[in-house]
C-alpha cells in the first residue's frame, strides 16, 4: 500500500515560471476626478478634520497660575492628560477606556446604518490618501494623464515632476509628524526646540516615523493598507445587516448592460452603457456593479460619477445609489428609499452608548478633588514598643487636584488606646495636618501604636480619613493593623 501512494506522487521539478500566474503584481490604481455631492462632501470633511488635526495642539486654554495652557496635552512629565477643562491623573485612566468603548461602539453603530462611512470619509487613511492624490493631481494631471506619464520614458519633465509631487508628499509627512508631537509639549517651545536642535531625541524620532509611515501609507501603498493592514473590512461583514446603507449597484435597472449611441431605444437593454466611469473614480479599483466588496469602502464617489452620466443621456439618477441590501433589487427609477434607523441591533448600540455615556459624565461631575493612598510598611510588620504597645508604620499619599495649596487633616480610627502620629525632624507630630501643593502629590510617614491588650487578634481593621480643613471634602481609606499571634 505504501509503495503504490509513493508511486502516484507528481515528483517533477517546480517551473517557476508556471507559479508566477499565481501571484499578480499590483497595477497601481489612478482614480479620476469625480464632481458631485459625494465628492464635495469629501472635501469638506477633509478639511475640517485635517484642520482641527493641525490646529488644535495650538488652542490655549488658562489653567491658572503654574498650570500649562495648552487645551489638549499628553503632558508625561506631570503624568497628566489635559482636555480644556478636564485634567485626568493617571489614576482616573479609566475615562480613557470608557471613550475607547464609546468610539468602538458609536463605529459599530455608525455601520449597523451607514455601512462604512467611517472609512470612506473620515478614516485618517482615506483623509490622508485624498489629500496625496489631490496633490498628485494637481502636478501630474488627471487619470489619464498620469497613465500617460506612468508608460512614458524617464525624462527631463516627468522627473521634474515626480521629484515635485514626492517632495511635498514628504512635506505633507512632517507636517503630520510634528503636528503630532505637539499633543505631548508645548506646541510654541516645542516648535522652536525642534528648529533650534534642542528637542529631546524622542520627538525626532516620532516625527520621522510619522513622516515616514504617512508617506508610505498615504502616498504609496494608498487602497493596500485598507485591503490588506486593516481588519475592519473582515469586521464590517457582521456588523451590516440587510437594511444598513451600502453603495449600491442597481443591476435590476442596469441589466443587460452595453454601449449605447444617441437616438437608439432603451427597450429590452438596461440603463447601464458600460462607460467603466464607476471604476474610473474609484480609489480602490474595484467595480461597485460587481456587488458588495470587502474594497469598497463607500466613499459614494461611484456614485458620482454614475449620475453625472444619466445627466448626460438624459435617464433618471441612481443607478448607483445608497440602498439597503433588502431594497437593491427593486428596478423602480422612481422609489423612495425608505431606511428604519430604529431596530434591534442600532437600539442595543444606542443603548450602550447611553449607559457607558451616563456613568462617565455621573463620575467625571462628580470627581473627587481629593485621592488618598495608604500603603502599610511590611518589613517589619510591626514594633513592640517599650511599653509593651504595639506600632505599625504607613506612608500616607494625599493628591491635591487643585493648583492652589490645601492643609488636610488626617485621623485614624479603628481601636481603644489608639494613638498616631507624624515621622519629622525633632520630636513626634501629632498636630496630624498635612500641606500639599497645588496639582500635586504629597507623602507622609504615619506611625500608630496600640496597646497589646485591647488587640484581639494579629490584625485589626483602621480607617485613615483625610479632610479638606476648608471645604471639608473627605476621603477615608481603610487599612489593617498588625500584631503578634494570640
Not at 496635552?73 to 491623573?89: G, H, K, N, P
Not at 470608557?98 to 455601520?111: C, E, K, M, P
Not at 445627466?311 to 423612495?336: M, V
Not at 485613615?464 to 493593623?481: I, L, M, P, W, Y
Request: hydrophobic share 40%.
Amino acid at each position: 500500500m505504501v509503495e503504490s501512494a509513493v508511486e502516484n506522487v507528481d515528483v517533477r521539478p517546480v517551473n517557476k515560471k508556471e507559479n508566477r500566474a499565481l501571484f499578480e503584481r499590483r497595477e497601481k490604481i489612478q482614480p479620476k476626478k469625480a464632481r458631485g455631492d459625494f465628492r464635495r462632501l469629501k472635501w469638506i470633511i477633509m478639511a475640517v478634520t485635517l484642520t482641527i488635526y493641525y490646529v488644535t495642539p495650538w488652542i490655549r486654554w488658562d489653567r491658572g497660575e503654574g498650570a500649562p495652557d495648552q487645551a489638549v496635552l499628553v503632558d508625561f512629565a506631570r503624568e497628566r492628560f489635559y482636555f480644556f477643562l478636564i485634567e485626568l491623573w493617571p489614576q482616573e485612566v479609566y475615562y480613557i477606556t470608557g471613550l475607547l468603548i464609546i468610539a468602538a461602539v458609536s463605529l459599530f453603530l455608525v455601520t449597523a446604518l451607514f455601512g462604512r462611512a467611517w472609512c470612506g470619509y473620515s478614516c485618517p487613511q482615506t483623509v490622508w490618501t485624498d489629500l496625496f492624490i489631490f496633490v498628485e493631481r494637481l502636478i501630474e494631471g488627471d487619470r489619464n494623464a498620469r497613465l500617460k506619464l506612468d508608460k512614458a520614458p524617464m525624462s527631463m519633465s516627468k522627473l521634474t515632476k515626480r521629484v515635485t509631487k514626492h517632495a511635498i508628499w514628504l512635506l505633507i509627512g512632517v507636517l503630520t509628524g510634528g503636528a503630532w508631537v505637539f499633543y505631548f509639549a508645548d506646541a510654541p517651545t516645542l516648535l522652536v526646540d525642534l528648529f533650534t536642535l534642542e528637542a529631546a531625541v524622542i520627538a525626532y524620532a516620532s516625527v520621522a516615523t510619522l513622516t515616514a509611515t504617512t508617506y508610505v501609507f498615504g502616498g504609496l501603498m494608498r487602497e493596500q493598507v485598507c485591503t490588506y493592514m486593516c481588519p475592519w473590512p473582515r469586521i464590517q461583514g457582521a456588523m451590516v445587516g440587510d437594511e444598513s446603507l451600502t453603495v449600491t449597484y442597481h443591476g435590476a435597472r442596469g441589466e443587460p448592460r452595453g454601449p449605447h449611441k444617441k437616438g437608439q431605444s432603451w427597450e429590452n437593454r438596461g440603463h447601464c452603457i458600460d462607460c467603466n466611469q464607476c471604476v474610473a473614480v474609484c480609489p480602490m479599483g474595484i467595480d461597485i456593479r460587481d456587488g458588495l466588496q470587502m474594497e469598497c469602502i463607500t466613499c459614494a464617489l461611484c456614485i458620482d460619477a454614475c449620475n453625472d452620466v444619466m445627466d448626460k443621456i438624459d435617464l433618471p439618477r441612481g443607478l448607483i445609489s445608497y440602498d439597503t441590501y433588502a431594497g437593491q433589487f427593486d428596478g423602480n427609477p422612481e422609489k423612495k428609499l425608505k431606511v428604519r434607523l430604529i431596530r434591534p441591533r442600532t437600539i442595543a448600540y444606542g443603548a450602550i452608548l447611553a449607559f457607558v455615556g451616563a456613568i462617565m459624565l455621573f463620575t467625571l461631575l462628580n470627581r473627587s478633588i481629593l485621592d488618598v493612598n495608604v500603603i502599610r510598611d511590611r518589613n517589619p510588620l510591626f514594633v513592640t514598643l517599650s511599653d509593651g504597645s504595639i506600632r505599625n508604620g504607613y506612608t500616607v499619599k494625599i493628591l491635591n487636584k487643585l493648583h492652589e495649596v490645601r492643609k488636610y487633616h488626617v485621623e485614624v480610627t479603628g481601636s481603644a488606646g489608639l494613638q498616631s502620629w507624624f515621622q519629622k525632624e525633632g520630636p513626634k507630630d501629632h498636630t496630624m495636618i498635612v500641606t500639599v501643593p497645588g496639582d500635586s502629590v504629597s507623602s507622609v510617614k504615619l506611625f500608630v501604636s496600640i496597646p497589646a491588650a485591647n488587640l484581639k487578634s494579629k490584625s485589626t481593621d483602621l480607617d485613615v480619613t483625610v479632610v479638606d480643613r476648608e471645604t471639608g471634602e473627605t476621603d477615608t481609606q481603610n487599612t489593617s493593623f498588625k500584631g503578634p499571634e494570640k
